[in-house]
């Protein structure tokens, strides 16, 4: 599959655009988990919210192939283990984003549009700087604190409660409140307290913290309340939840009421009468930004009146009230010390910038990413020039940005400082690691070492994937353990973590022998060895580390088939037929190149099934069955397959599961009407997102797919259906509106 991120979205055609609603879903999915549930960023505020912008407007274009698990849907993460859970009384909605003036501008137009405002008349707002922080929510009964949530992923959040209670600017005891009032807000640490307590991390000998905002989520989220006591949290409160009684009238009287009640609330907080008001606070916040000695990245902007509030409510995931005015990226030159390559878990070869150092908002910054071999020689990956079409070499001075609190990107050249004789950089064409030949496929933008589980890098990579704590979660083996334990030549296969205990438990090369080991930590590391032997079928999936699939995919596919042996036995009979789908692309791709005018449309049709001809009956219905569930497409099955046809990998995936006691999904509801039934949604819903339809759908019983075929027992059709409804029609499936879905499930 070509890679389509990019091309524009005018561009995409129907195929292109399922892949790269694919893509987004499955990178953004982990960026969200990565920021909210880990507390460590993989990119910066600012890609995500563009790569989202850009999922946005691919639904927008192609509503009907919007994901059962679209991005669009997000609202935090999943809850972290370790935590019992808390249900909030009222969803915890993230915020939409603005870029500039005129995105505020188009707020402002909506609010007026929705509310049958006309121009002349005043819409009031407050604006308050967007602290970059953890929210938190606060439930007082009787005026007394009961439990303190973080967002977890707005729906249950982990119960943070006494933690929550060592931070001296969370009362305990309100006086005058309502009998029931949940308090939220943002938990926060200043830039004094940060670089003192980093400070204090490092003569112990303990992590550093890379920014505040990392601290504060690390500090709150301690299993143990002495380390959150022990470290400087700060609290501002910004909203409410569930009230027993109205706190004001509007946003600004309500904000006043908190802090008569004893909560901090910003004091850069203001009422702004018009558009022109909101712009102008902006202005005065962003200047003052540097002095404020906490982080922001942004000014939120809510209407004033709470009666307008409730008359607008809320879209799936953000309200309609409400919107964060973003503050662009930090810039910053300097000088390019050298070009590195890494190789990661799926062969990519990602270039680095290292830098001298230079601080960029705040933070000393030494490295940079460059993308892939396009962007250092000054092209996208669609073969369009950026930066002027200049490329990057060693010595240049360069412009780098920083939009969030991840790895810096590279905005600008300085060709007057460029030195004389200074080369061009040549992208290795093997691997740096194993020295394989590192390939790049037609339309792809990364070159990929062809090495497999020879290589090294790649070996290490997906092994530290593997027992993360998003995979199989072996507490005790790290990043460091697997380095140290691979070197030693102790693991290197999957299935050597769960062997590692026989080989080196006891004799003379043991784990209790190494440097900085002992009996105590060794016991404990075979221990919660032991107890990851038993795992969810989706966990391995996800441990498996193939390209393309995330947590999300790997919940799907376990879904689908529940056990290990006919989710295998699925994916063999689909080789060929993945092979052939790969020669169907090939050819389409040829032809697009050489077909024109009004029979284009028609030689594709027929390179497709050209390439199709002669295929296995049980190979293709395998191949439909795989990319017809909902979530996974072609991409993935590609994917999934080239990890299972090699004879290498597939070697190592089989010894890794006979180590393993697998455990299927939670069992589905098995007395409902559609338990058991293939059920596909297609057109826009409008009494539920799709997310939610198909979440009602699955723990109804019944398996959700993307796509209709011979095997699909009922079709739901919003308005805007299109050849999925026809489809059915042809093949005599059951269809119903939206309303008759609900009426079915027994929620009309």
């Known amino acids: 599959m070509s890679d389509t991120s990019g091309i524009e979205v005018e561009a995409l055609d129907e195929a292109a655009a399922k892949a790269e609603l694919a893509r987004l879903a499955d990178l ?68 939409g984003n603005a870029f500039d003036g005129a995105d505020v501008a ?79 807000g943002e938990v926060y640490m200043s830039h004094p307290d940060f670089a003192a307590l980093n400070a204090r991390q490092d003569e112990a000998g303990a992590k550093v913290f890379a920014n505040p905002r990392n601290a504060a989520a690390g500090s709150l989220r301690q299993l143990d309340p002495a380390i959150t006591a022990a470290r400087p949290l700060r609290f501002f409160a910004y909203a409410w939840g569930e009230v027993s009684e109205a706190l004001a009238d509007t946003q600004s009287n309500a904000l006043a009421r908190l802090a008569e009640l004893g909560f901090q609330v910003n004091p850069l907080t203001v009422r702004c009468a018009d558009l022109s008001a909101m712009l102008d606070r902006y202005a005065t916040i962003a200047e003052r930004r540097a002095e404020l000695g906490y982080d922001i990245d942004g000014v939120v902007y809510k209407v004033d009146r709470l009666d307008w509030q409730a008359r607008m409510g809320m879209r799936s995931t953000t309200p309609r009230w409400a919107i964060a005015h973003k503050f662009p990226a930090e810039t910053a030159w300097a000088r390019l010390r050298a070009i590195e390559i890494q190789v990661g878990r799926t062969g990519a070869l990602s270039p680095i910038a290292r830098l001298e150092p230079v ?31 200049v490329d990057l070499r060693v010595g240049d001075r360069i412009e780098i940005y920083r939009a969030g609190d991840v790895i810096p990107k590279v905005r600008d050249v300085d060709l007057k400082a460029r030195t004389e004789g200074a080369e061009a950089y040549i992208f290795p064409e093997t691997c740096p690691e194993c020295q394989s030949p590192a390939l790049r496929e037609p339309g792809e933008s990364v070159r990929r ?183 996974i497409g072609a991409t993935l099955a590609l994917a999934v397959c080239d990890a299972f046809s090699g004879e290498q990998e597939r070697a190592a995936i089989d010894a890794l599961v006979a180590e393993l006691t697998l455990e299927p999904p939670e069992e589905r509801a098995a007395d409902s009407p559609v338990a058991g039934k293939t059920v596909v949604f297609t057109g826009s819903l409008e009494r539920m997102t799709r997310a939610e339809a198909k979440a009602r759908a699955e723990a109804l019983g019944a398996k959700v797919s993307g796509s209709v075929s011979s095997r699909t027992d009922l079709l739901v059709a919003g308005p805007g259906a299109g050849s999925k409804a026809a489809k059915a029609a042809e093949l005599g499936i059951e269809t119903l509106d939206e309303d008759g879905w609900l009426a079915l499930i027994g929620d009309a």
Request: proline share 4%; aromatic share 6%.
């Open 359 to 389: 601080t960029v908002g705040g933070v000393v910054v030494s490295n940079a990413t460059l993308h892939n071999e396009d962007y250092i020689a000054g092209r996208d990956s669609s073969g369009g020039p950026i930066r002027g079409g």
């Open 449 to 631: 070492c062809t090495g497999g589980l020879i290589c090294p890098a790649q070996r290490v990579a997906r092994l530290k994937h593997l027992v993360s704590r998003g995979a199989l979660d072996v507490d005790g083996l790290g990043d460091k353990e697997i380095e140290r334990f691979h070197d030693l030549g102790w693991i290197h296969a999957p299935a050597d973590v769960f062997t590692l205990e026989a080989r080196h438990g006891s004799g003379l090369q043991t784990v209790a022998g190494l440097e900085g080991w002992g009996e105590t930590s060794a016991a404990n590391l075979f221990g919660a060895i032991r107890a990851a032997r038993t795992q969810p079928l989706a966990k391995l999936l996800f441990g498996l580390g193939i390209r393309h699939l995330g947590e999300v995919a790997a919940a799907d596919l376990a879904r689908h088939f529940r056990e290990w042996d006919p989710l295998a036995r699925t994916i063999d009979a689909a080789i060929p037929a993945a092979a052939c789908h790969r020669a169907a692309e090939e050819v389409e791709r040829a032809e697009r190149a050489a077909a024109a005018g009004e029979g284009r449309r028609a030689k594709l049709s027929a390179a497709r099934d050209a390439a199709w001809e002669g295929l296995d009956p049980a190979a293709r219905a395998a191949w439909e069955e795989l990319t017809g569930i909902d979530g």
């Open 28 to 95: 953004l999915v982990r960026a969200n988990a990565a920021y909210h549930a880990e507390d460590a960023p993989i990119i910066s505020d600012a890609e995500f919210d563009a790569l989202r912008r850009r999922n946005a407007a691919i639904e927008a274009r192609f509503p009907d192939l919007k994901r059962a698990d679209s991005p669009s849907d997000l609202v935090g993460a999943t809850p972290a283990e370790g935590f019992s859970k808390i249900r909030h009384a009222q969803r915890m909605l993230s915020l």
């Open 106 to 184: 188009d707020f402002d137009r909506s609010v007026r549009r929705y509310l049958g405002l006309s121009d002349a008349e005043e819409v009031a707002y407050t604006a308050e700087p967007k602290i970059d922080g953890l929210s938190l929510s606060l439930r007082y009964e009787g005026g007394r604190l009961i439990h303190a949530a973080t967002r977890g992923d707005g729906t249950v959040g982990e119960d943070v409660t006494r933690n929550a209670r060592t931070i001296d600017e969370i009362p305990q005891v309100l006086e005058g409140a309502p009998d029931l009032l949940e308090v939220r």
